[in-house]
């Protein structure tokens, strides 16, 4: 079945801790993204790449890694210097642009900070 | 820079009522996207709208693109109780990302 993969899908960390979140896709899809969900909000743009090997901020990427070593893979870390992270994360995919194209979304990772 | 703004954040309607959600734009849109997020899920698109006027009918949802295309309604007719959920808005904010709108939380009353 084609479609995007995020894992785990609640993750736990220690405050003072990097967490890693995965996100793959075998939609062959050029552009990946990374969105941040809290309670009452809309989305919020964390990275996004459109190619492999190049990945341009979004609004909120303070305190956030990504990498695109792979077309299929687009991981986040959540770094010890991100003050608040707890929140929904997803993931999404899209043909050339989500701007042209429908995005496809991942079933999320809940991160709790505990 | 770009601001979607997307009203009411919350809806409670009786099933069978109708609801609308509107959604603005700061600047004009090349198009705009319609999502639907279920109750612990993950956003769905629903369509795009890319003309100027343009209305699109899914079934019971009926989604306009304003004539100067920076604002966008979603309208549901007789509203059933699988309608729950939140109705996100997006606009390419340029031609490399989407900027969604806050939503608008849906409760469908038995």
């Known amino acids: 079945d084609g479609g995007i993969t995020q894992s785990p899908k609640y993750l736990f960390r220690k405050e003072g801790q990097n967490v890693t979140l995965s996100c793959e896709q075998n939609?062959?899809?050029?552009?990946m993204y990374w969105y941040r969900q809290d309670p009452g909000q809309g989305l919020r743009l964390i990275y996004y790449?459109?190619?492999?090997?190049?990945?341009q901020k979004g609004d909120i990427a303070e305190g956030y890694s990504v990498s695109r070593e792979k077309k299929e893979s687009f991981p986040l870390t959540v770094t010890s210097a991100q003050k608040n992270p707890t929140a929904f994360y997803l993931c999404?995919?899209?043909?050339?642009?989500?701007?042209?194209?429908?995005?496809?979304f991942g079933q999320g990772t809940r991160l709790t900070v505990v | 820079g770009q601001q979607v703004m997307q009203i009411p954040q919350y809806q409670h309607v009786q099933e069978g009522e109708d609801f609308t959600t509107y959604c603005n734009s700061s600047?004009?849109?090349?198009?705009i996207q319609w999502y639907k997020q279920r109750p612990g899920g993950h956003p769905v698109f629903l369509i795009q709208?890319?003309?100027?006027?343009e209305v699109k009918k899914q079934k019971r949802l009926t989604f306009q693109f304003g004539e100067a295309k920076k604002n966008s309604s979603l309208h549901i007719t007789a509203t059933q109780t699988t309608d729950v959920g939140t109705y996100f808005c997006?606009?390419?904010?340029?031609?490399?990302?989407?900027?969604f709108g806050s939503g608008t939380q849906l409760t469908v009353l038995p």
């Open positions: 600047t004009t849109l090349s198009n």
């Open positions: 939609l062959n899809h050029d552009a």
């Open positions: 999404a995919s899209s043909t050339v642009t989500a701007s042209d194209t429908e995005a496809f």
């Open positions: 997006a606009g390419p904010v340029s031609a490399r990302q989407l900027t």
């Open positions: 790449s459109q190619i492999v090997n190049d990945f």
């Open positions: 709208l890319v003309k100027s006027g």
